[in-house]
Every structure is written in structure tokens, then in C-alpha cells.
């Protein structure tokens, strides 16, 4: 476990937004979680788990507790009867999960390349891309309970998955720490067609290779012909979730000629095209530019502070309510507190003087 201190959070962060966070600290084995969160809780620090911080904003004034990062590395493979089953440490990078399912023939998760990340947020706010979630092949996961200070393993079904939502995000925000992931994926191919930009980009290029690495091939060129590479671009993807409509809404927006994809239930409005649609595409807000490829995106290109993005999304969210009577919602997760419950074991004895500074974990490094 390495512990740091004072460290910005707009340098853990794709959106580059944020002030000091008191305490970084990374866990390179599961073990070291109780002591990590019984340090927290002996201090009254509040805790924040990241990942490569690309789905969460910082605040300016920063965080006066823990952030705790999986540094937990490793993929396990178990073969199953018509594929294999990995087990992938939350520390790995998504991408290069991707990278090594598909480098295999495995199919499951070939749609969701290029979303960048940490494998243990992944199941969090079910990522998803191309027709593909991750609630699609995840089978469990290996998680430590901040509430019971156990180690233990919730199945997909205990996770509740929604679109871009799981109780890791909802109910049980900030409770679990997620050690590991396990997925199903299976040898084959992708069921045609495929997602509508797929099939579109395989016609134009003649590409008759449906395999999973030649359908990640086409994935990550239609992706960075559109969406900010987080290395050089500031952002954190999309800023706000589509809209689901109900039968009667859907109907309602089919009439006025809206683009509704239709979904089991009723369908689905593409809010990237009411910010469009409200002219906002390509504008610079307080320093935030609405991406002109894929108006969903707010790219950071000279914002200094979390109240500039603030500001520009409560005008884009204005802009369209007033437009269209549609409210956006935000998808990225703002960096805040949860408290960590204090845990009988591992805890460093706990300071008489709440003036005094924490003495950060055992083995740790500044
Ligand atoms: C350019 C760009 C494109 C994107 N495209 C997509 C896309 O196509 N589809 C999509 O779904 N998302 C997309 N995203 C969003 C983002 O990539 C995903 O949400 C990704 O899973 C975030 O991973 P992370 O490690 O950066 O998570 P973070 O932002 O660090 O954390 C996100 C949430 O997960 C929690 N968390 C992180 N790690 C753990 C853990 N080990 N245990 C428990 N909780 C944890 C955090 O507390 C937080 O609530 C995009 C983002 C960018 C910048």
C-alpha cells in the first residue's frame, strides 16, 4: 500500500478539475483494505474509491479525506465449455482487458474497446457501448464491504444493473470496493447485425472479417474519429445520459419526427441530438467546449475551475429544457464524501486530539 498526500485531484482525473485531495492511497493487494479503511475511520476521513478518475469531476476545493485507488493487477483465465471465464484485478486497465479477450477469439465485450478506465469501475455504471454492457458477460464480482468490513462476492444479479447504473452507483454508493471482476465470454462472433455504425463502417470499408478483434478494429476507428482522446483532451465523455420515454412519450416524439431508438418498453431520445438540436454543438461555454462531433461530450479547453464547468452545464441544461421540456442528466460522478464506518480490526489507535494529523498506514510511502 502507498500512501500520498496533497496530491490534485485534476491529475487523477480525464476532466482535469480539482483541488487537493489529503490522502491518496493505493492498494497493491486486497489485504491492505481493512487497515486502509480503518485508517480513514480512526480519522474521521472521509473515503472516495477511484479508478483513472474518466467517469468523475473534482471539486475546487478538494477532498479532506482518502481517495482509494486499485493498483490490483492480474487476469485469470478458467476454460468453460464453450469459452473461457476471466477473472480480471480491478487495477487493470479496461482497454487491455479488451485488448486480451479479443486477442483470444472471445466475444462479449469487443463493443465496449476504447472506453477509458479501470476494470473495477467497469461494472459500476455497467459500461456500455454498440449494443454491448458489461451486465452482459459480468458473472460476479469480489468486492470488500465498507459496512461489514468483509471480504465478499455479489453476483450480477445482486448488482441490479440498469442503464449506466448498478447499485454500486445507486443504493449502495461508496459501500463496496471492488477487488475483482469475473466475466463469461464465449469463442464466436458478435450476433449480425450489428450496432448500425458497425455494419455501416464494415460496408464502407468491405470489411467481411466479423471476428472479435476485427469488430475492435472497427470500434476504436469509429471512436477516435469522433470522441476526445483523454490523453490529450480534456473531458469525461459523455456529459449526460440519453432519455428513456415511456410508450406515450415515445410516441409523442415520433410524431414531432425526434430520433427515438425504440427499446422493449418504449424507446430511447439521443440527448447528444437536443443539444444539437438547441444549437449548442461546437460552442465554447466558460471554457467548456461542447464537442461538434458528438454533442454530448464537454471537452475542458480552458475552464479553470469546477464552477466554470458548473455553470456550463446548468446553461446547456437550461437551453434545451427550455427548447425541448426534456431535463439532461449528468452521467459523470462528482468527487465527494463518504464516511468510512469505523471497523474493530486494523485500525491505527485512534488520536486523543482531532488537531493532530493522521499517521497514514503502516508501510506507507509520501
Ligand atoms: C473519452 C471518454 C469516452 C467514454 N466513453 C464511454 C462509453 O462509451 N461508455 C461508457 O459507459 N462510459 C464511457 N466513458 C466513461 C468512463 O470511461 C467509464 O465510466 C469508465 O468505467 C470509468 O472508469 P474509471 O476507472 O475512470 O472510473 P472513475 O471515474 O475513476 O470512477 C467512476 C465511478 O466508479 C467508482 N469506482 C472506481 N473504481 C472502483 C472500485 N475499484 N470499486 C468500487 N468503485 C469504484 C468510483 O467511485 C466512481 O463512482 C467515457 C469516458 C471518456 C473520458
Partial sequence: MRVNENILISSLTTMRLGGPARYVIEIERPEELPEAYGFAATY???????????????????FPGAIIISRMKGIHETP????????????????????????????GIEGLS????????????????????????????????TATHSFTTLTASDLHFGYRQSILNTT??????????????????MPRPLYRSIEKYLSEHSITDFSPASIRDVVIAIRRSKLPDP????????FFKNIF??????????AKGYPVHRTTDGGKLNSGWLIEQ?????????????????????????????TDLATARDEIISKVYDTYGFWLEQEPVELVAHLA??????????????????????????
Avoid at 476521513?45 to 476545493?61: Q, R
Avoid at 490523453?231 to 459523455?238: C, I, P, V
Fill in 44 to 62: 474521521h476521513l472521509p473515503t472516495f474509491v477511484l479508478g483513472y478518475g474518466a467517469n468523475t469531476i473534482g471539486h475546487d476545493e478538494g
Fill in 80 to 107: 468453460t465449455p464453450d469459452g473461457i471465464q476471466l477473472k480480471v484485478m480491478s487495477g487493470e486497465y479496461w482497454d487491455d482487458v479488451v485488448a486480451y479477450a479479443t486477442s483470444k477469439g472471445l466475444t
Fill in 114 to 145: 476504447l472506453i477509458p478506465g479501470l476494470a473495477g469501475a467497469a461494472p459500476v455504471q455497467n459500461i456500455g457501448a454498440y449494443g454491448q454492457e458489461i451486465s452482459d458477460t459480468l458473472e460476479s464480482i469480489d468486492v470488500y464491504d
Fill in 172 to 189: 449502495e454508493s461508496g459501500r463496496y470496493f471492488v477487488i475483482s471482476i469475473t466475466l463469461n465470454l464465449k469463442h464466436g462472433q
Fill in 231 to 238: 490523453l490529450t483532451e480534456a473531458s469525461a465523455g459523455s
Fill in 245 to 254: 420515454l415511456d410508450e406515450t412519450a415515445t410516441e409523442a416524439c415520433e
Fill in 278 to 306: 438547441a444549437g449548442l454543438a461546437g460552442q465554447l461555454i466558460h471554457g467548456i467546449r461542447v464537442s461538434p462531433k458528438a454533442s454530448l461530450v464537454l471537452i475542458n479547453e480552458s475552464a479553470t475551475s469546477y
Fill in 341 to 366: 464506518s469505523p471497523s474493530a480490526s486494523s485500525a491505527p489507535s485512534p488520536s486523543t486530539s482531532s488537531s493532530t494529523p493522521p499517521t497514514p498506514p503502516t508501510g506507507a510511502t509520501k
